[in-house]
């Protein structure tokens, strides 16, 4: 299973755009790229998930170059309530086999007013 | 869609006892689930991985007889801590994917488990 790093925390403002960058250097050809986010005493919420180039939706845009080593979420004119952990998991989908993603530690992003 | 549920959302318990906690996928059928624990300021460790209509997959360090996992259909799976300890009070949280060409897991509420 791939191995994730990301910062450890971030701050913000509202108002700002957040990149949020993840390393996975050992990605896999069948692996995918998701990301979750987290509040406190909640289980984590899927944001977006990507395999490569760029894939945007409501909340939020995922790039992915095109080694796939890294990728960037990224999340336009943050809110306070966007304050949250955020999770970067890499892990095969169905088609190779159902294969359950393992957590890292997460960035803690704070937004400030 | 996909919506995953979890019952109890908590639970206190005496120290002995055992507990069940269920995880449903209400509107998807969910081939595969998997049971999560996140301890406060922690990330989510992986526990077991169910299959439906088979054993669970349990990762290295669990306990497959303290912590017994079934997954009797494709909507539900249970979790029964048996015996609790206090060192087991921990927040479980399960995940649910459905097995159909791109994948994506989408996790329960989580359980806040209490042992006294």
């Known amino acids: 299973l791939a191995k994730t790093t990301q910062p450890i925390s971030m701050d913000s403002y509202e108002g700002q755009e957040v990149n949020i960058t993840c390393s996975h250097n050992n990605i896999a050809t069948n692996d995918y790229i998701t990301w979750y986010q987290q509040f406190p005493s909640q289980g984590p919420r899927f944001i977006i998930q990507g395999y490569k180039t760029k894939v945007t939706n409501e909340v939020a845009s995922l790039f992915i170059p095109a080694d796939r080593k890294s990728s960037t979420l990224s999340l336009p004119r943050v809110s306070l309530s966007d304050t949250a952990v955020y999770y970067c998991l890499v892990g095969a989908t169905s088609l190779s086999g159902n294969t359950p993603l393992v957590f890292g530690k997460g960035t803690r992003l704070s937004v400030i007013a | 869609g996909a919506v995953v549920s979890q019952h109890p959302s908590w639970v206190i318990c005496k120290s002995g006892t055992s507990v069940k906690i269920e995880c449903r996928s209400l509107d998807f059928q969910a081939t595969t689930m998997f049971w999560y624990r996140q301890f406060p300021k922690q990330s989510l460790m992986l526990m077991a991985t169910?299959?439906?209509?088979?054993?669970?997959?349990?990762e290295q360090g669990v306990e497959k007889d303290k912590f017994l996992i079934n997954h009797a259909s494709l909507t539900l799976s249970t979790l029964t801590v048996t015996s609790a300890h206090p060192e087991d009070s921990s927040f479980y949280i399960c995940?649910?994917?459905?097995?159909?060409?791109?994948?994506?897991?989408?996790f329960g509420p989580g359980t806040r488990l209490t042992v006294l």
């Open positions: 169910s299959n439906e209509g088979s054993k669970a997959t349990y």
């Open positions: 995940s649910a994917m459905s097995g159909v060409v791109t994948d994506t897991q989408y």
